[in-house]
């Protein structure tokens, strides 16, 4: 519109280079118009326009003197968005000379001069202005491309660099990727502080970095980058031969476990590998998820291990989120219930407690056991809430019944390894507690013995606190995990529980069959905790434990796990 009232002003005051001038870039901001409204707009486009303007500044200052000159500023200015910061110093040099040579058909030298000095005043703060810009850019595009503690690649870049190689992946040139994640970082943060953590994570880098450097050569196209707080990613793109395939991990993991100290604190930093490799056209979306996949499943296996993505491996990823949505619409509609393991007295005649099971009426998640959809539910955050209900209903169950308040019966609830952690669980199960009317010197909360892996301070006053409130808290499974005798006076639990592996070695075959039993019933008297066998079969295996004064049995030779009434009624029945 400017250049439209510009051409007719100009028309009417007799001047028809101006008018012509202008009407020119009327056509022009109309085709670039056109052209950005159709995503058509090119670099060429701009170039031609900002020339024409260049012209217009120029013929203005020959038509029309000092009038003229006042174009050139907002054209500087321009030029100084537009262009890097020295290729806007020689254009705006270059039209300043232009225009105010054109103009001395209407200037003397001497007001020439004078009007040279505002302009190159211009010229000077905007190049200067244009550097400050151009210097803030370019640390903006290194922060949006880089990891700002250690200063590798991060997501954006990565992606970057795979979108790239995706259009030339070919036989010759193969793709490598690599996802190396270190073990228990959260507990290294949580124990050392988030500075030392974020120490080591930089020590890591460079000690991969310098793994990496000697086989950065003129086929290979290598980079690294840190795509979450403990997780580096290694991309290889070019010739690969299997002796790097095979060779690349176990430099890494070594380079990472070599690491045993960091700011004079002595430690021991494990990691996890996973790989996939492409020779053919492939989408980054994909070989991301696939390295995240295979490392997972080290992670899973143990420490300092090493996983190939496979078919196999994106099946039983794609059965664990199947079982995930089953869990959540099996919570959501509350298709949950409990049946019960009856626990037996000494002599192996009275019911004296139970441990509550969790069982489930939605058809599809019952192909699955407990033993498959619980370790998913704590893997996928859904433990808290299947623990919080699973009480829930044990003790509706027992409030609802004439052992509640009974000094003779005890309820154990089983809760994930998780609630360790949970600051909140103690008050959270005595509040319930109080909510249905139940006794907590009558729950036992039981942990299974591989909880204790990672058992700290943060666990043990944990589990302090929950005693407090009067419930108790038994050590499943126990014997097969990492407990050693000894760390036994460190836990504060008042039940060990012997796992049904050595309960179903007691038989008549054998002097030493029994032999385990025999070490975890003295271990257990020494420190005054009660013992319940898991797993009894058979008469001999409960005639035993009896002559080994055990405190109380299950197992399907005394009850299968059965319904709360059906338990009350074997109760009754004794009792007549």
């Not at 701009?46 to 003197?65: K, M, P, Q």
């Not at 008549?508 to 898991?534: C, P, T």
Request: proline share 2%; net charge neutral; hydrophobic share 40%.
């Amino acid at each position: 519109m400017c250049f439209i009232f510009y051409a007719a002003f100009h028309i009417l005051r007799g001047n028809p280079i101006i008018a012509s001038i202008s009407i020119i870039n009327v056509i022009a901001i109309t085709f670039i118009l056109v052209k950005y409204k159709n995503n058509q707009l090119q670099h060429i486009h701009n170039d031609i326009f900002i020339a024409l303007l260049s012209l217009s500044v120029i013929a203005a200052c020959y038509e029309l003197g000092s009038r003229g000159i006042i174009y050139i500023f907002p054209v500087v200015a321009g030029y100084i968005y537009y262009y890097k910061a020295k290729a806007a110093i020689i254009v705006s040099t270059a039209l300043c000379t232009f225009a105010l040579i054109a103009s001395l058909k209407h200037l003397d030298y001497e007001t020439a001069i004078r009007t040279l000095v505002p302009i190159m005043i211009t010229v000077v703060i905007s190049f200067l202005y244009a550097k400050k810009v151009e210097y803030h850019q370019t640390q903006l595009r290194h922060i949006a491309k880089s990891d700002h503690l250690t200063g590798l690649y991060n997501r954006r870049k990565l992606i970057s660099w795979l979108k790239e190689k995706e259009a030339r992946i070919s036989r010759n040139n193969h793709l490598l990727f690599l996802c190396l994640g270190v073990d228990n970082f959260k507990h290294i943060n949580d124990q050392y502080g988030h500075s030392f953590g974020d120490y080591l994570l930089q020590e890591i880098a460079s000690k991969i970095e310098e793994q990496l450097n000697p086989l950065r050569t003129g086929d290979k196209d290598i980079v690294l980058s840190r795509v979450a707080g403990d997780e580096f990613i290694v991309g290889i793109y070019g010739v690969i031969p299997y002796t790097l395939i095979k060779s690349i991990s176990p430099k890494l993991l070594n380079c990472v476990n070599n690491i045993d100290c960091i700011q004079g604190v002595s430690l021991s930093v494990d990691a996890c590998v996973g790989l996939t490799t492409r020779s053919s056209a492939f989408s980054y979306e994909q070989v991301i998820k696939e390295v995240h996949i295979a490392m997972y499943d080290a992670k899973k296996a143990s420490k300092n291990q090493t996983r190939f993505y496979s078919s196999k491996l994106a099946k039983a990823v794609q059965e664990k989120l199947h079982v995930v949505e089953l869990l959540k619409n099996a919570m959501l509609k509350d298709e949950f219930y409990l049946v019960f393991m009856p626990v037996y007295g000494p002599t192996g005649s009275n019911i004296t407690g139970a441990e509550a099971l969790i069982r489930t009426h939605n058809d599809a998640l019952s192909s699955y056991t407990p033993d498959i959809y619980i370790p998913i539910a704590e893997e996928h955050g859904l433990i808290h809430q299947l623990d919080e209900m699973v009480i829930r209903k044990a003790f509706k169950t027992l409030k609802q019944s004439a052992l509640n308040h009974t000094d003779t019966f005890s309820l154990a609830v089983n809760i994930s390894s998780q609630q360790l952690k949970n600051k909140h669980f103690a008050t959270m199960a005595h509040k319930m507690a109080l909510e249905e009317g139940v006794d907590p010197r009558q729950i036992e909360f039981e942990l299974t013995e591989t909880a204790l892996v990672d058992f700290d301070q943060t666990s043990i006053d944990i589990i302090k606190q929950t005693k407090a409130y009067g419930f108790s808290v038994a050590l499943d499974d126990f014997g097969t995990g990492y407990t050693a005798f000894s760390q036994l006076r460190n836990f504060p639990v008042d039940t060990l529980k012997i796992d049904r592996s050595f309960t179903s070695n007691i038989d008549n075959s054998g002097i030493d069959q029994g032999k385990m039993v025999d070490v975890i019933l003295s271990l257990a008297h020494l420190y005054n905790l009660n013992v319940v066998a898991e797993g009894v079969e058979n008469s001999q295996q409960l005639d035993y434990l009896k002559h080994r004064q055990c405190d109380s049995y299950q197992g399907y030779y005394l009850s299968k796990p059965i319904s709360w009434s059906t338990m009350i009624a074997l109760i009754e029945e004794k009792r007549q």
